[in-house]
């Protein structure tokens, strides 16, 4: 089936804008996680869900940064009043088992966010 | 809290010869180890994992890594790579009880030539 989607796949934005990003995991799938991605970096935890739970999130950088996923399905993860140093790669993933149990995410493409 | 180094930033090697990624970990307790490939323009997919067992794994593509306890070590080899290896790799770690983030080394890209 269809795996981990994200949209946009490029976004750029002028730096104070909020900006919205979607994650749709794979259908079933209980747990979605969010991570950031710096240029020469590896990708660092942000925050998860278990269903419409957020269990965990702890990565998360500051109180401009938030996460939902009312329905245990579709995320998003909202940046408000953008900054410059917010410009990464932003990448979910989606596992079939809850959060403590898996030990295999499903990760989509990303989304490259530019702040301008 | 885990950690991962990978220390080459970058592994240029030739077609059909043999390849090692290099991953140390630290960490206080026991933990899973994973290896991710990204290849351009697309997501993280998972080579292989070193759960509970035997020390050496097998994944997908030829790719095999041996978990050493000793030397917190956790390192990718391929006896032949192909041109199509060419890709970063990230190594993952994550403490096994428990709800526990998956910590991602820095990553190494691996260059193919012919």
């Known amino acids: 089936g269809a795996g981990v989607s994200q949209s946009p796949r490029y976004k750029v934005t002028k730096r104070g804008q909020d900006v919205a990003l979607r994650c749709d995991p794979i259908s079933g799938h209980v747990s979605l996680y969010w991570y950031r991605q710096a240029l020469g970096q590896g990708p660092e935890f942000l925050t998860y869900f278990n269903y419409e739970a957020q269990q965990d999130k702890s990565g998360l950088p500051n109180d401009r940064f938030s996460a939902e996923r009312p329905e245990g399905s579709i995320s998003t993860l909202t940046i408000q009043r953008t900054e410059q140093r917010d410009s990464a790669m932003y990448r979910c993933?989606?596992?079939?088992?809850?959060?403590?149990?898996?030990?295999?995410?499903?990760f989509g493409p990303g989304t490259r966010l530019t702040v301008l | 809290a885990q950690s991962v180094t990978q220390l080459d930033s970058q592994v240029p090697v030739f077609e059909e010869a043999p390849v090692e990624l290099r991953c140390n970990y630290s960490?206080?307790?026991?933990?899973?180890l994973f290896w991710y490939v990204q290849y351009p323009n697309q997501g993280l997919q998972l080579l292989l994992k070193?759960?509970?067992?035997?020390?050496l794994v097998k994944g997908i593509n030829g790719f095999e890594a041996e978990f050493n306890k000793s030397q917190t070590s956790f390192h990718l080899r391929k006896p032949s790579v192909h041109i199509s290896d060419t890709a970063e790799y990230f190594c993952a770690v994550k403490a096994n009880t428990g709800f526990q983030k998956l910590v991602f080394g820095t990553g190494t890209r691996l260059l193919v030539s012919p």
């Open positions: 070193y759960l509970s067992g035997s020390t």
């Open positions: 960490s206080s307790v026991s933990v899973y």
């Open positions: 993933a989606s596992s079939s088992l809850e959060g403590e149990r898996n030990n295999e995410q499903f």
